[in-house]
């Protein structure tokens, strides 16, 4: 029935074929993070064992070749959400280190007190806390957009928040519930009130195809690890002439034109945003992921995906009806296939642990997302996420491990 | 459910099911609020001391039932008796979830403290993670006692 | 001769296994970075094969066993650097970030205008620029500790310099010419007139015994990738009380206890300092590197380097007496087995390229030094530096080489 | 030493020893500083422009022997050159170092610019490493002439 060869793709994943305790891994927790292919693991340690060397710094051969590999993982990543320059993409640790600099970097110099910033309540903690670092430094103004019954964006008195902000920072994708939010329409919006765009795109690039000139935004945040690529690096895009604005915010080797004992000058983009040796390595593994998903093609992952979110919709609402409550909206054109779900008021801790029996892994707790936990009227819930490897067996056995929570706490 | 007998015995789902000493004191009672950043549960506990006994004490917020439970157990166990006996129960009852001493080493169980109910949950020291749930309500009454 | 058995340890390193234009690799640039061994590479494709899971956040038995993979590599740092408690371990994404924390999170709490930073003339960018940044938006004021002429700190003047300075910033071993400086000696003088010492550690880490408690120190850097590790992941370790007083550092994920609407909460240590999905795989490789290190002894790597060192000089010196300049001190006691060189005024781009046809990789360049290379009174050097898997044979390979750039520019 | 010859062409070395227009111009001269970030070299070029023609150029500070050797053939070409003329070269002798243009595209050589000596530096476009080198001198002239 799916858009993709989900038997074929499973057996490129060394962990999804692994038994654990004598069973299958049902791995249903990829929002968190996401499981590897062998092609990007291969391409990590074939670098590390073939080609490794210092990148920007030295001029011998192999110290050539290994930052054409970085520049070339650069110009992938360019690619892959549409940006018209590849030095619009800064490789950060991870979404929360990019968004920390922005925060940082373009806050500092741009925001002041009584400044508005505009968040949602399905933002994730990375999208919150560094603008609320600066409500206790600067006295800036954060603003909140409620939610709809259904946990998507209510923007009917959007207009009236967003006048005077000058930052309208939200997520593409919400972490919690799957909820797809209308970014290119958030962005026109931002726009006409003056206000930059920033996306935390973290849950939405390793599942969609991504355009961010499309979009119109003026930052993107996303991470390798949660796209099939490594932990470790993460992406930032900006706008050009944002990024050429805003002053650095790690400083140290690779990012300056010249140090003196009086001062210092910054280095052109992208290098003026990439402080000491970047994660050589992971761009390298994040470039060989790109490379796997585009083979794939994105616009089939979301078709499969949702393909899958319809199939657990209707298993899980037929199976368990008003003993299951599946947060966020029910139609799959505005929802990816994450679900949190709250059953039989079994505590998320329990349920995740029962679950856990038969390898059926789940996340249990607030998601970094504690402000629409609060919403949700819930400490916690747990989240069955699915990725391009989950197929319908495995909405299935999470079924059939609900099943068996109901027998011990029923 | 194979595997799972060890944590969730039978005297766990009942405290689980029937919360024992459940609601809030008023001031003079000393109150904390403790958090599990993991899970995002909140546990709240009463202690009401008077002359270097536990009076009263209440627990309120919510969490899963093993934090609800070693919650529910321990108000029974500490309810009446007096502060040094308290003190060490949390104790043998941390030694048992394997918790370090204050120097990172291991704790000696006194065996002349007596766990009682709380046996129960030795099974959870086998699931690290839920360890942090079993201990949330005892780190929160020594906020508590601290208080007061 | 040697210590380590090098024919040994370099069987372990594949790359140095690796022909190019069919002749053998001479790494000769290990303080940029160095080379991983096989059992770091492999220990972090066996994790990501096998054990690949989120940490911290899930309760799933593959979640917890990757959490205690990922604290597991903490306690290893922890042991390498005799730090007191774990938890004074925070993983950072390079050395860079280490120190930028510290000026951030500690500076901006702690430093006002007019107050003193202390700096050495032989610090690398990373310790220079965020103290630099105060500077612009804080009004502190930096002073130098300048050099002798065989390139060691100048103490002379070290207690005027440090009176009424709140911080002492200095590098253990220098990155350009080899240089160890007396770090205990420095801790206790920096403590002395109430400054705290903030110790720069890149280079001193991988190549001798450590202990944090024996300096004295109140914070060091280092970066896994030059001690055998994966890019990817540095370390800060900072005294228990500091870490604790101080406000964090990136907002996001992971570090905090709680959020509301209106503010949140800190986790506790190092949580607090680590926010978003940390680098978990490179964690894992860096707890690798430094088992493997351990098994040399960090003492015999640095006889061996002592060693190296020794060569080095006397061969170098004895085949081109004045025709070369080797930047640093002679004893080596007091110093590394890194070298810059000037070699009959050729300049370090073209001679580096020279170098490269026999496969001899140095680096050219400042090293992310200018400070240090206006005192040299150069642009730029050539920098040889040797590591545990360099023997005799490298220090004569450099010469032969040296022989033919004097061919093409004599 | 065999595969350097392509580089380090005979005409290169004799540039980079005997370096052409050495020296500085005074104001009203225009003058720009170019930095290597790479390795650390700057460059100072001096250029006077009378009627829309290169006067006068001076080339200063100190490189490599590609970077020292292109400034100094530059400083040949361009001398008394119309502005068009040495813009059009600018453009020309970046192409052949392979610079994109200002879309990110490859440029097609203009075949009517005439290189001359400058041709001897087609060589380091195998060394991508180099590339800056061998254009830092000119990127400095552009800024420098941006000013006059
Ligand atoms: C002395 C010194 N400090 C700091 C750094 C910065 O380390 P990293 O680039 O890994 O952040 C380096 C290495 O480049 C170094 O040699
Ligand atoms: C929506 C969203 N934003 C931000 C983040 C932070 O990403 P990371 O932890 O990789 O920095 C996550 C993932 O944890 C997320 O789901």
Known sequence: ?410 | MPGLEDLYREIILDHHRTPRNRGELPPPAAHAVGHNPLCGDEIDVYVQVANGVIADVKVGGSGCSISQSSASMMSQAIKGKPLPDVLALVRRFKGMMSIPDEDGNPMEPDLTVKLGDLEALQGVVKYPVRIKCATLSWNTLLDALAQS
């Open chain 1, 1 to 410: 029935m799916t858009t993709l060869d989900v038997a074929a793709i499973k057996r490129q994943f060394p962990l999804l074929q692994r038994e654990l305790n004598g069973m299958p891994l049902v791995y249903l927790d990829s929002a968190n993070t996401s499981q590897k292919p062998q092609v990007v693991i291969d391409s990590m340690s074939t670098f590390m064992e073939r080609a490794y060397s210092p990148i920007n710094r030295s001029a011998y051969q192999l110290a050539a070749e290994a930052t054409d590999a970085y520049e070339g993982a650069r110009v992938k990543v360019q690619r892959f959400v549409n940006a018209r320059r590849a030095h619009e993409i800064i490789f950060t640790k991870n979404a929360t280190e990019a968004l920390n600099l922005v925060a940082y970097a373009w806050g500092r110099a741009n925001l002041h007190e009584g400044d508005v910033v505009l968040l949602t309540h399905m933002e994730h903690h990375a999208n919150i806390v560094p603008w609320q670092m600066l409500v206790q430094e600067r006295g800036i103004v954060v603003r909140w957009v409620p939610l709809t019954a259904d946990g998507q964006l209510d923007l009917a008195t959007l207009p009236q928040l967003l006048e005077g902000a000058k930052v309208f920072g939200f997520t593409a994708m919400s972490n919690v519930m799957g909820t797809i939010t209308p970014v290119q329409q958030l962005c026109s919006a931002a726009h006409q009130a003056g206000a930059l765009a920033v996306v935390d795109a973290c849950q939405y690039v390793p599942h969609n195809v991504t355009d961010v000139q499309a979009w119109g935004a003026d930052f993107i945040a996303f991470s390798s690890h949660k796209m099939c690529g490594p932990t470790g690096i993460g992406v930032l895009w900006g706008r050009e002439e944002l990024l050429q604005a805003m002053p650095p915010f790690l400083g140290g080797g690779n990012m300056i034109a010249d140090v003196r004992l009086d001062g210092f000058t910054c280095a052109e983009l992208p290098a003026k945003f990439e402080a000491g040796t970047p994660p050589i390595t992971e761009a390298i593994g994040l470039g060989a992921a790109i490379d796997f998903l585009c083979e794939l093609g994105m616009a089939n992952v979301r078709r499969h995906e949702i393909e899958i979110a319809g199939y657990a919709l209707r298993t899980l609402n037929e199976r368990f009806g008003s003993d299951i409550r599946l947060h966020g909206p029910c139609n799959v054109e505005v929802r990816g296939a994450t679900f949190s779900l709250e059953f039989r008021g079994i505590h998320p801790h329990d349920l995740s642990q029962v679950l856990d029996q038969t390898n059926v892994c789940v996340r249990a707790g607030h998601h970094c997302a504690k402000p629409l936990m609060r919403e949700l009227g819930v400490n916690a819930t747990a989240r069955a996420s699915f990725y391009l490897y989950n197929d319908t067996h495995d909405v299935d056995m999470l079924a059939d491990a609900l099943d068996s929570a109901s027998d011990i706490f029923g």
